[in-house]
Each structure stands twice: as C-alpha cells, then as structure tokens.
C-alpha cells in the first residue's frame, strides 16, 4: 500500500489556527496555543508565520477564494430553488470561517488587509444579491419595485454577516458542532429568504416552506436554537 505523503506543515498550522479561532475566537488564541495543538514549537510556527496576523490574514485568503466561484455561479440562478441553495452555500462558507464574522469589528480595526479586502467582498457579495432579485423581479418570481432591490439585497448582506453572531449568543455551547453548524446555515438560509415572502406569490411562498421543511427547519426554528 502506498503511504500518503504527510500534509505539510504550514497547511497543518492553518487547519488547526481555524478550528481554534473558530471555537475559541481569534483573540482568546494564542501562537503558544496553536504551536502546542500542533506539537510542535513556536519556532517552528514562527518560521511559517511569523505574526498571528499572518496567520489570520492566510486564512482569509482561503475563505476569499472559496468564497470567488460561488459568487460567479451565482449569475446563473434564476428561480427560488437556486436561490435558497446558493445562500445555503454562502451561510456554510461563513460558518466554515465563522471567526472572521464572529470577530469581525475587533479584526477590521488592527489589519488593515482584512480591512480593505472585506470591504471589497461586502460590495463584491451584495452586489451578486443585488443582481440575484434583479433577475427574480424580471423572472417575475418577485413582485417588487425596483427601488426595494437594493435595500434587501443589503438586508441580506447584513444577514450572512451576522447570522453566526446571533445564534452563538443563544447557545454558545453548540457553536462548534458540525451538525449545528449545518443547521444553523439552513436556519440562517430561511431566515434570509423570509425577507422576500412579502413579494412571493402563493405558490411560492410554499415552495419557501418546502424547502424549509426538507432543511428541517421551521419558522420558529430560524430564530431559536
């Protein structure tokens, strides 16, 4: 049998450097901390990455640029069902990084390459969402002016930023569990495309509800954990 290579250090130090900040928070994390999960020593962390910061700023990267293509298959959706799976996928990315948004206001104020960066994927994301009701508004899908696309689109923006921040608070003890996780995304999913049933018609505004029920989550779920 053929031995699989060792995956390389500097990939390692970033795979545990983001399960750490996503369970404790990028500022409760310390390099002695990493370097011990690791097993190995701060020297060696420090030769990789020289400064936290680097770490942190290497993991943005990561999210940015598996956060690139779903913003291009994002142009081809047209109907709710796309839809709802390309924010089910934004919501799981974001939670895959979950630190960043978790931290986000403390991160932006001391990296100035997040700082930038973030700005641009802000303006970069809503304006796929933007797009997104655009097309469902001219699909007829929604029935909306459109004076009222730029507004959800930002609620939405606003959702996928923060949605990991409200559901920690309700119960930070099942913040790092997988499966939470992947509830929460579905919850987080409805949540986002609740905002557009005003504009839906009755059919659907029941497909929104199939969906929900095939996530197993329901409208009161959405809000509670």
């Not at 130090?13 to 996503?22: G, K």
């Not at 630190?99 to 994927?121: A, P």
């Not at 939470?180 to 919850?187: E, T």
């Amino acid at each position: 049998m053929v031995k699989k290579a060792p995956r390389r250090t500097a990939e390692r130090i970033l795979e545990v450097s983001l399960d750490l900040f996503n369970r404790f928070g990028e500022p409760n994390v310390s390099t002695t901390l990493i370097s011990g999960a690791l097993g190995i020593s701060p020297g060696n962390l420090y030769y990789h990455y020289p400064a936290k910061d680097e770490l942190v700023n290497a993991l943005f990267d990561r999210y940015e640029i598996e956060l690139r293509p779903l913003l291009v298959d994002a142009v081809t959706v047209n109907d709710l069902e796309g839809s709802w799976h390309l924010l089910q996928r934004l919501f799981e990315l974001n939670w895959a990084h979950r630190f960043l948004f978790r931290d986000l206001n403390d991160l932006l104020s001391k990296n100035r390459h997040l700082e930038t960066h973030f700005q641009q994927i802000q303006i970069d994301v809503t304006g796929a969402l933007t797009n997104l009701l655009q097309r469902l508004r001219a699909g007829n899908v929604l029935h909306m002016d459109a004076s009222q696309v730029a507004t959800t689109a930002s609620n939405l923006m606003v959702l996928l930023c923060y949605w990991f921040s409200f559901v920690y608070v309700q119960a930070p003890r099942l913040a790092a569990s997988t499966e939470q996780g992947k509830l929460d995304s579905a919850r987080g999913t409805h949540q986002a495309l609740s905002l557009l049933v005003p504009w839906l018609e009755a059919d659907d505004r029941l497909l929104l509800q199939e969906l929900s029920s095939g996530e197993h989550c329901s409208p009161l779920q959405a809000t509670t954990s």
